[in-house]
């Protein structure tokens, strides 16, 4: 039995060992992806670590489902993917698909330790016919993007925020608004 405010449904618990080191870590996880760090005896779990939040991905990742001990040794996750906010992004013949598997890796970062989901290395297979942009620059109210096109996109954006006033900068694609919040460091979907 485990319980813990707003930690319900579909539950999952799984091992990582912490990045650079032998030691291993259990991780339970709800259905939201608010996850808990801690050890597991095989019967009981204690929770070892301040709570983590919930896992990067936004509010569209739900009920994940994990897979470990596989042989390469990593521990891979696929998440229900849904538009909770109602998005009108067309879904016709198909909806409430699932995330790219990620990779779940153990990070030890200033605030504690947390669990970071990495694409898999084996969707760079998929990049055929890419087009590639660099070095494209914006300024306040700026699109780099302007007048480009194309059925999906995988970004890469280096923020130089040492000078900016902005509190929010906000990546608009397709029915989507990926904030950044440069006060926090957090990019949240909205």
């Known amino acids: 039995t485990f319980t813990a405010p707003d930690f319900r449904e579909c539950p999952d618990m799984y091992p990582l060992r912490l990045e650079g080191s032998d030691r291993l870590y259990w991780i339970l996880q709800s259905a939201s992806t608010k996850y808990f760090i801690g050890e597991f005896d095989g019967e009981t779990f204690t929770v070892t670590e301040e709570p983590g939040e919930k896992l990067a991905g936004g509010k569209d990742i739900y009920a994940g489902q994990t897979f470990f001990g596989l042989p390469d040794e990593r521990t891979v996750s696929i998440y229900w993917l849904d538009c909770w906010n109602g998005s009108s992004v067309p879904t016709t013949p198909w909806r409430h698909a699932a ?42 109210g700026g699109n780099p993007l302007e007048g480009f096109y194309a059925p999906c996109f995988d970004m890469t954006v280096e923020l130089d925020i040492g000078a900016t006033r902005a509190r929010r900068i906000n990546f608009n694609l397709m029915d989507k608004t990926l904030a950044y919040m440069p006060e926090d460091q957090t990019l949240y979907s909205t």
């Open 99 to 140: 995330t790219f598997p990620t990779t779940l890796t153990l990070k030890r970062f200033p605030e504690g330790l947390r669990v970071v989901r990495s694409p898999i290395e084996e969707i760079a297979a998929l990049y055929k016919n890419t087009i590639v942009r660099r070095d494209r620059t914006a300024g306040t």
